[in-house]
């Protein structure tokens, strides 16, 4: 009797080893799946393809999950075990996959570091914490899948028939996590140095509307007719305008200089374009306030004093204007670039730039100091 019920105990204890052998070399191959699909998720991603941080993030969240996977299956590890081909090749799988990761992790971050769009400036700030967040993730990947193998590689029972497999698992698992700590460390080095190094793209957006205003409010000075009546009331109007868009050029000077005081910058070649363009439409918006102090001067003998007094106090309050914003511009594009890191890559495109920003510069103050001695002049001629 003794002997069959230790028979069925037996055989029932070997049916358990067999089903927890059995699961084990499913999770294992199951885990396999997942980080060959999130490795292919990750490949997949591209910065300079458009791609954006959301996906980052969902990508991220993806990879904690799978930590977590990998967490349970460590949890419930018991011995013995047998080890297979199979969960020997599994683990094998998991560190060139963690592997890979890695050098996926290093690609994305020069990627980042690449990024030149105006569309991108609403990516930037997001894709470094993406970033760093993805590099921490991938770095706790790979200490749980070493982890695990070096629990079940401890555990195993059948050492002595796996003994040369199992020397090369840790052969491959040690040469992989050294090559993954060194990639991502040059991940998040990359981070640092882009943390340091401000991308000048966090200007572009508001470089653009500055541009979006300015050419608005050049096609109304152009489209605007002066007369002994209205010129009060238009020049009035263009002023207010004006008065928003210098606004809007000051809070931008702030904030490249306070960043400028604290980092170097990466100079991006759209905001180059940004300082020449506007350089263009400074240059314009003086051409039309001298046109207009003309247009006062030849009709002010017809106005009245009070219409005449109102337009002249309008005609110095847009010369300001224009003139301060030009300034700014100028220092603002000179504090970008005279301590961009990558000046030497882009010394052609800033020559250029420089070279127009001076010479529409130099057209912007004469007109504007002309508008400003005629309209004084007028002031001083009718007693105003």
Known sequence: MFKKHFASALLLFVLFLAKAQASLTTELQGLVSQGSALDANLSAFSFDEGDDCSQLGTLNTSIEAYIESIEAIYA????????????????????TISRSMAEESVRMALELNSIESVADLFEYRAGLSAMLRLSDD?????????????????????????????????????????????????????????NSSLSSIVYNLTLEQVQSDGDALSSD????????????????QLQEQSALLMGKVLSLYTFA???????????????????????????ALAQSTEN???????????????????????MLKLVQDIRLMSDRIMEMSDKIIVMADNIGAMSERIVEVEGIQTSNMAYTVDSLTTSQKITVGIIESYGL
């Open 76 to 95: 419930q590890l018991s011995s013995p075990l047998s080890l297979t081909q199979e969960d020997m090749t599994s683990l094998d799988d998991l560190s």
């Open 138 to 194: 991938i770095g706790t990947m790979a200490d749980r899948i070493l982890e695990m193998a070096n629990r079940i590689l401890v555990m195993a029972d059948n050492i002595g028939s796996m003994a040369d497999k199992i020397v090369v698992t840790m052969t491959l698992q040690s040469s992989n996590m050294q090559f993954i700590q060194a990639s991502l460390l040059t991940t998040q080095q990359n981070m640092a140095a882009l």
């Open 221 to 236: 000075m152009n489209m605007t007719i002066l007369t002994n009546f209205n010129m009060a009331d238009e020049l009035g």
């Open 257 to 283: 200089s306070l960043n400028s005081a604290m980092a170097s910058h990466y100079v991006d070649g759209d905001t180059l374009t940004y300082f020449s363009d506007l350089s263009e439409i400074n240059r």
């Open 292 to 314: 207009f102090a003309r247009t006062v001067q030849l009709i002010a003998p017809l106005t009245e004093t009070p219409v005449l007094s109102d337009a002249t106090n309008s």
